[in-house]
């Protein structure tokens, strides 16, 4: 990244991705995927919350069906609870693409967790919150299953508009939180913490009274509450989600499932936690891109946007819009640019089958222009480019840049600013 404002303007870009739905007014223009900031799978965010005096479920982790079955006996439990292991929520309402219905299964039968985990390991499995083709599953968790009277929901969340953390909860928890904010917004509870002080007794009770919680499970939540605040900070997480935050008839607050999100600028005093991120459920073409100090982003449309600096990305996205067209991606340059990263990016998003057109925009600030045209030239001569190519270039070198770009006899169009590289990249979409 080459400043801190295009760092800044990164974090802006996630944020509209990865504030929970509950409470971001979605942009309309920036639909982005949750990707680039840590996350990690619920046996993870769990082995932390016990870690932490936080009440979980005992659990093993399995990555075949028979050493699922084998923790299955080892648990020793009067119920299982099998539940497959992707990042993405509504796993309990999924489907996989072996057939079977459910990526969480309640039974009593440690053989029967070895039949399910056999249908789940090494198969996809497809929720509300995945892709169509859903998510593949490398690892399932088996825990002692326990019985719920009542589930709720709690979350802790920093949030841009209330300058810091904020609870949210309600007592409808177990289902879609955003069709009870949709329904009943009055079910939705939310106390704003201020992070110097920390949560406040008071706050804790509050929230453990708005769920629902009476009697002695009222100190008892507001306890469990107080010490995923305090994981919260400790772990500089910008998400801890527990749905369902639950109560068992024997009168035990229990956290169902765990979701926890981390800011990755706290990476360098995080490193534990960072190394448990095993990238399986990035992108290739992410980690591809990583490789050569690339950064990418992939979204829902057509147009892949090739650009330097977080902010030109932004006005690039929102110019396309205007202009009624679909970013399928945005790949940063960022500063000190070499001939070959060109290369790389234009081979990583040729090789995007949802790309049917390339709109690079530079500002040659740092970088030098003729340095991005020669890469370009280079890369659509060895890469046989088939989509169309827009190339808006301005600053440093511009003059020699456009002089070969014009001499390549490739097929690119050359726009003269923004908006006229939009226009083009849009039109040339629409042609097809
Ligand atoms: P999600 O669908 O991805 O959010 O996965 P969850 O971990 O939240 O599980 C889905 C649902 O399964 C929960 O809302 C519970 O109703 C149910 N569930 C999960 N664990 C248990 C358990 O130990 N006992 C019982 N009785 N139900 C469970
Ligand atoms: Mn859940």
Redesign the pocket.
């Known amino acids: 990244m080459a400043s801190p404002t295009a760092a800044q303007a990164w974090k802006l870009l996630r944020d509209l991705a990865f504030r929970p739905p509950l409470l971001a007014a979605r942009s309309q223009a920036v639909q982005l995927t949750p990707r680039r900031w840590l996350n990690l799978q619920?046996y993870q965010s769990k082995k932390l919350m016990s870690d932490n005096g936080v009440k979980v479920?005992r659990f093993f982790v399995a990555d075949t069906a028979n050493d699922a079955l084998e923790a299955a006996k080892r648990l020793n439990a009067k119920?299982i609870?099998l539940?497959a292991q992707i990042l993405?929520?509504?796993?309990?309402?999924?489907v996989f693409s072996s057939g079977l219905k459910g990526?969480?299964h309640?039974t009593k039968d440690p053989k029967v967790v070895g039949q399910l985990a056999k249908q789940m390991i090494g198969y996809n499995l497809a929720?509300k919150q995945t892709p169509k083709e859903g998510v593949k599953v490398n690892k399932v968790m088996v825990?002692?299953?326990?019985?719920?009277s009542r589930?709720t929901y709690l979350a802790i969340l920093m949030d841009r508009s209330c300058n810091g953390p904020v609870l949210v909860g309600s007592p409808q928890g177990?289902v879609d939180i955003e069709e009870v904010a949709a329904s009943n917004p009055e079910l939705i509870f939310k106390e704003q913490i201020d992070i110097i002080e920390g949560i406040k007794e008071s706050q804790a009770q509050r929230m453990a009274e708005n769920l629902g919680f009476l009697g002695p499970l009222k100190n008892q939540a507001a306890d469990q509450i107080k010490k995923l605040y305090n994981l919260f900070l400790k772990i500089d997480a910008t998400q801890v989600e527990v749905?369902?935050f639950?109560e068992t008839p024997e009168g035990q607050v229990v956290c169902?499932?765990a979701k926890i999100n981390f800011d990755d600028n706290a990476e360098f005093r995080q490193k534990d936690i960072f190394a448990m991120d095993d990238k399986s459920e990035n992108e290739p073409i992410e980690n591809e891109a990583a490789r050569y100090d690339l950064k990418y982003i992939g979204l829902d449309g057509n147009i892949a946007c090739f650009v330097n600096g977080a902010g030109l990305a932004m006005a690039t996205c929102d110019i396309i819009f205007l202009n009624g067209g679909k970013p399928a991606n945005f790949l940063d340059l960022g500063g000190g640019v070499k001939e070959s990263q060109v290369y790389q990016a234009f081979k990583l998003l040729t090789a995007d089958p949802k790309v049917e057109a390339i709109l690079v925009n530079i500002f040659g600030g740092i970088v030098n222009c003729a340095i991005i045209a020669n890469g370009i030239t280079k890369a659509c001569r060895e890469l046989e480019l088939k989509v169309p190519l827009v190339v808006r270039l301005e600053g440093t070198n511009v003059h020699e840049a456009q002089n070969i770009l014009t001499n390549s006899g490739l097929p690119i169009t050359s726009a003269v600013d923004l908006e006229d590289a939009a226009k083009k990249a849009v039109a040339s979409v629409a042609k097809k």
């Open positions: 619920e479920q119920e609870v539940k993405a929520g509504g796993r309990g309402k999924g990526g969480v309640l929720t825990a002692e299953a326990l019985d719920i589930e177990g749905n369902p639950g169902f499932d």
